[in-house]
């Protein structure tokens, strides 16, 4: 029995010594004994609860503060939904074209209702996922034409002179695409940016200042459903 104690109670070296104390031709002893154990067990008990208790407590306390920053900050809530609903956006646009873009075969244009730089429509561009315009043939030019007067496209002869390159890095395919009379003309000092003119006299791509702020069309290809 020393040995049940003292493998089941390391440290309860006191309940060892009071076990051999006990002789078993006294039954009032033991008897005796056994009640104090009785209500030291009971005692464990209780410690034992309340220690368990406690650490419930503790592990609902952590849980609480752990949750409690995730859900704080109430602007996160706020703004997860914001990112989920841009990346299904992003997804749905591998196939349609996103809220306020004209789809047309496999692109998808955005026309601007502002004006800018040929630099700042093209950041304006690129921050929506598309680029400025690449015009690779009539057809396009054709469908372009009847949703702007002027705008910016992606076109520019900034690297050499005369040398019209779209913003993919391809060239311009001046037989292909329909210049305004005269242009491009290399006017006012040096026009470096293009820009697609519908007026009754002056109709087509042209070259322009790149700072003038001027509407834009951007581009973004989608995916064949
Ligand atoms: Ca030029
Ligand atoms: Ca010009």
């Given at each position: 029995m020393a040995v049940f104690f003292r493998s089941r109670e390391p440290d309860g070296g006191f309940e060892v010594a009071e076990y051999r104390q006990?002789?078993?031709?006294?039954p009032e002893a033991a008897a005796a004994t056994r009640r104090s154990r009785q209500a030291e067990i009971k005692h464990l008990q209780v410690v034992l609860l309340s220690f368990g208790l406690l650490c419930v407590l503790q592990a609902s306390l952590n849980i609480a503060l752990r949750l409690s920053p995730a859900t704080q900050p109430g602007s996160q809530p706020g703004t997860q939904p914001g990112t989920e609903e841009g990346t299904q956006d992003e997804t749905q646009e591998e196939h349609s074209c996103p809220q306020g873009w004209i789809p047309s075969s496999s692109s998808c244009y955005y026309v601007s209702s502002q004006r800018a730089s040929w630099d700042g429509a093209r950041q304006a561009c690129r921050a929506r996922g598309g680029d400025l315009v690449i015009i690779n043939s009539q057809q396009e030019q054709d469908f372009l034409s009847g949703l702007v007067v002027a705008a910016w496209v992606?076109?520019?002869?900034?690297?050499?002179?005369?040398v019209w390159m779209w913003v993919d890095g391809t060239p311009v395919d001046k037989e292909r695409l329909r210049w305004a009379?005269?242009?491009?003309?290399?006017a006012s000092g040096g026009e470096d940016c293009g820009d697609l003119r519908v007026m009754r006299s002056f109709m087509g791509l042209n070259d322009f200042d790149c700072g003038f702020p001027a509407p834009w069309i951007c581009e973004k290809n989608i995916k064949p459903v």
């Amino acid at each position: 029995m020393a040995v049940f104690f003292r493998s089941r109670e390391p440290d309860g070296g006191f309940e060892v010594a009071e076990y051999r104390q006990i002789s078993r031709s006294d039954p009032e002893a033991a008897a005796a004994t056994r009640r104090s154990r009785q209500a030291e067990i009971k005692h464990l008990q209780v410690v034992l609860l309340s220690f368990g208790l406690l650490c419930v407590l503790q592990a609902s306390l952590n849980i609480a503060l752990r949750l409690s920053p995730a859900t704080q900050p109430g602007s996160q809530p706020g703004t997860q939904p914001g990112t989920e609903e841009g990346t299904q956006d992003e997804t749905q646009e591998e196939h349609s074209c996103p809220q306020g873009w004209i789809p047309s075969s496999s692109s998808c244009y955005y026309v601007s209702s502002q004006r800018a730089s040929w630099d700042g429509a093209r950041q304006a561009c690129r921050a929506r996922g598309g680029d400025l315009v690449i015009i690779n043939s009539q057809q396009e030019q054709d469908f372009l034409s009847g949703l702007v007067v002027a705008a910016w496209v992606g076109m520019t002869d900034r690297g050499t002179e005369g040398v019209w390159m779209w913003v993919d890095g391809t060239p311009v395919d001046k037989e292909r695409l329909r210049w305004a009379p005269g242009q491009p003309d290399d006017a006012s000092g040096g026009e470096d940016c293009g820009d697609l003119r519908v007026m009754r006299s002056f109709m087509g791509l042209n070259d322009f200042d790149c700072g003038f702020p001027a509407p834009w069309i951007c581009e973004k290809n989608i995916k064949p459903v």
